[in-house]
Every structure is written in structure tokens, then in C-alpha cells.
């Protein structure tokens, strides 16, 4: 049986890739499944420190739901449809979105509906000069379900996720980094390169620290700033006891890089070397 999902790690860093070709590397339910548990072990795995999803062949990096497996829920009643699909679909988002570690889709071709979705979801992006996006659901007669609806407008705006999201046209590349949908465009042969390189420039940092940014952002952006504060305040609280934070300081005071490795820590009254001088740009 084929594995819905590719995954191999290279130089500390994952790379998933959807392997449906044949369907565009449509969701059916099969495939959202597997992509969960490997995101549940990778988070776990030390030896993984950054995550590229992606999509098989030349034409998709996913190109939404399997329709005819999701129009199968359809007929069995709203609580099958909402339990199969809605809700499966929504973990996958809500996972990518949560995740402690950084997760770049390297989005290779359409990317419509769910995969549009997934890319939305991510932290970080970079699209292909080839890739082209679009929210379709209209077209079914229905909202987007995956978190559409929801994270679009946060991005984009209202205005211009609701000229997307009820219209259902496609848009270019270009158009999802206007909207802040993806981080980079780049030439087609250059997108794992890119997508590489963007992982190593990250992974090059403590992981506690990348872990604490990317909770704080997930958890702080639909907040109020005050409320948003707090998060941030709670992630400095625990890297505060960390060898990695006293190595940070260490390295810059010593003008030389920092060498993590984040297994140890520090009791909180040895954490910050009192020199005066740790707000200090470099």
C-alpha cells in the first residue's frame, strides 16, 4: 500500500510530503490521519528540529478535499459529516497552527481549498512561481470548513478574504504574498532549496526559544495586546531557567556563537549573569 504521506529527516529537519499525485494529493480522510500521527511523533523526536510540508509530483501541493469521499459523509447525515470531516480537518489546522516546532509549507502547485487551508494554517510559507491558490468551497455550495472562513481575514483582511472566500477565482503567487498568505515567492527549481534554507537559519537557535516565539504568536494573536503580554511574559518565565538563555547571553558577551543544546538548565537565580548590559543590541 502506498504511504499517503513521505517522510524523511535531513540535517535535523522533516520533510512531509503528501503523496497522492494521481488526485492532486486531495485530503480523504486516510491521509489527514496519517499526517497527524507523524506530526505527533516528530514533536517528540529531539533529532527533529523544523518541519517542510509539501506535495508529490509537479501539479499539487494539495488541491483540498477528496470530494467524493467527503460527499459520502454528506449522505450519511450532518453529525457524520461534521465528526468525518469538519472536525478532522479543523485538527490538522489547529496541530500545524500550535506546533512547537516551526512548520514551512513549500507549496509546489494548487493549493486550493484544504491545501490553500493548510498553507494559512502554517507559520511559515514559501510558494512556487508555479503554485496557484483559491478557495473553492462556494463553488459547492458551502463555507470553507477547515479554518478558511477564519484565518484568511485574520491575514489577509475582511474585505479581501471575502472578495476570495465568495467568489472562489484563483490567485497567483504573487497575490498570496500581497495578502501575506506565504512569506516567498521563488523559480519552481528553486523552492526546497529556499524552503531548506529558511528551516536551517531557524534551527541555528535554541529550540526551547523557537518552541516559546512561535506559542507566544499562536497563542497571543487573537488576544488582546494585554492579555497577548501575558503569554510572552509566561514563554520568558520558562526560558528564564535555561541553559540555553545563559549560554545566548554568554556568547554575546564573549563575541562568539552560541553552542545549544537544550537538555540542561540552570536553578532561576544562576539564569541571567547581572552585567547591565542584557538588553543591549548586539
Partial sequence: MTDLVLSETRDRIAILTLNRPDKL?????ALIDRLLSLLDLIETDDGVRAVILTGAGERAFSAGADIREFSSSVAE????????????????????????????????GLAFGGGCEITEAVPLAIASDRALFAKPEIKLAMPPTFGGTQRLPRLAGRKRALELLLTG??????????????????????????AFDLARRITVHSRAAVAGILTAVARGIN????????????????????????????????????????????????????????????
Avoid: C
Fill in 77 to 108: 447525515g450532518t453529525d457524520a459529516v461534521l465528526s468525518d470531516f469538519v472536525m478532522r480537518g479543523q485538527r490538522l489546522t489547529a496541530r500545524l497552527e500550535a506546533f512547537r516546532k516551526p512548520v514551512i509549507a513549500a507549496v509546489n
Fill in 223 to 282: 488576544q488582546s495586546i494585554a492579555e497577548g503580554l501575558l503569554v510572552e511574559a509566561e514563554q520568558f518565565a520558562r526560558m528564564a531557567p535555561t541553559a540555553d538563555l545563559r549560554e545566548g547571553l554568554d556568547a554575546w558577551m564573549e563575541r562568539r556563537q552560541p553552542a545549544y543544546d537544550g537538555s540542561r538548565a540552570h536553578r532561576p537565580r544562576d539564569a541571567v549573569r547581572q552585567t547591565g548590559r542584557v538588553g543591549t543590541s548586539p
Fill in 169 to 194: 477565482d484563483a490567485f497567483s503567487p504573487a497575490r498570496a504574498l500581497e495578502l501575506g498568505l506565504v512569506n516567498k515567492v521563488v523559480p519552481h527549481a528553486q523552492l526546497m532549496p529556499a
Fill in 25 to 29: 494529493n486531495a485530503l480523504n480522510y
